[in-house]
């Protein structure tokens, strides 16, 4: 049966000398796509190391990685079998398959920070952080933020400073009934007031009015 989209797939996997933009559903068909697309180049004559395919999530690069191999051997199966003269690029690039990059965005900067970590003045040892301990420093910083605060000599030097602008993001906890209320952001409230910052901006996706009202009282904002 011919999709009402075959024009669209069957470039994707042919017009290899230009770059494109897929826009396409949920289950539409985008890893079939890319990975119809990865073969493509490398029977054009790219080299395994030379293809990168970057994702959201490990999990979705382990499932591409799984189709890409799967479509490869086929490929190299079949290429061999019709005598395709293009059946040694296919082998090549199976035997070196682990050379294409397949895996998320912090995977793909990783690897390019360890193949230059001195030019980027990092330890070469390195190791990329889990978003666990990604949690747990940010408490960490956010508590030794409160505890500075509470610091008479600190507020006097940051009533020294001149701030042009404030921003806070998640401004929704500074509500008791916001659903993460988090005391502290009436203590920072309390600060901005207390430095006369001129200008505030608050940033929530999930305040309900009275939430929205609270952050207006709270921080003396207008509405937007």
């Known amino acids: 049966m011919m999709l009402g989209d075959q024009g669209a797939r069957d470039r994707i996997e042919s017009v290899l000398d230009r770059n494109l933009l897929v826009e396409a559903g949920a289950g539409s068909g985008k890893t079939t796509?890319?990975?119809?697309?990865?073969?493509?180049?490398?029977?054009?004559?790219?080299?395994?190391?030379?293809?990168?395919?970057?994702?959201?999530?490990?999990?979705?690069?382990?499932?591409?990685?799984?189709?890409?191999?799967?479509?490869?051997?086929?490929?190299?199966?079949?290429?061999?079998?019709d005598g395709d003269e293009a059946a040694p690029l296919l082998g090549t690039a199976l035997?070196?398959?682990?050379?294409?990059?397949?895996?998320?965005?912090?995977?793909?900067?990783?690897?390019?920070?360890?193949e230059?970590?001195?030019?980027?003045?990092?330890?070469?040892?390195?190791?990329?952080?889990?978003?666990?301990?990604?949690?747990t420093l940010a408490r960490e910083w956010w508590e030794g933020w409160l505890e500075r605060l509470a610091n008479e000599g600190f507020r006097r030097r940051l009533r020294g400073v001149n701030i042009a602008l404030a921003a806070i993001d998640e401004a929704h906890c500074i509500s008791e009934w916001g659903h993460n209320f988090?005391?502290?952001?009436?203590?920072?409230?309390?600060?901005?007031?207390?430095?006369?910052?001129?200008?505030?901006?608050?940033?929530?996706?999930?305040?309900?009015?009275?939430?929205?009202?609270?952050?207006?009282r709270g921080l003396s904002l207008i509405h937007i």
């Open 33 to 81: 796509a890319l990975v119809g697309r990865m073969v493509a180049l490398i029977r054009a004559g790219a080299p395994a190391e030379s293809l990168v395919a970057v994702t959201f999530t490990r999990k979705a690069a382990g499932e591409l990685r799984e189709r890409f191999q799967d479509d490869l051997e086929r490929a190299t199966r079949k290429a061999m079998r």
């Open 95 to 114: 035997r070196d398959i682990d050379r294409v990059f397949m895996g998320t965005i912090h995977a793909f900067c990783a690897r390019l920070l360890r």
């Open 116 to 135: 230059r970590p001195l030019e980027a003045g990092l330890d070469p040892a390195f190791s990329e952080l889990t978003a666990p301990r990604a949690g």
């Open 182 to 216: 988090r005391p502290e952001y009436l203590k920072l409230a309390r600060l901005l007031k207390r430095m006369r910052v001129g200008r505030i901006l608050a940033l929530t996706a999930t305040a309900t009015p009275e939430v929205a009202k609270d952050i207006r």
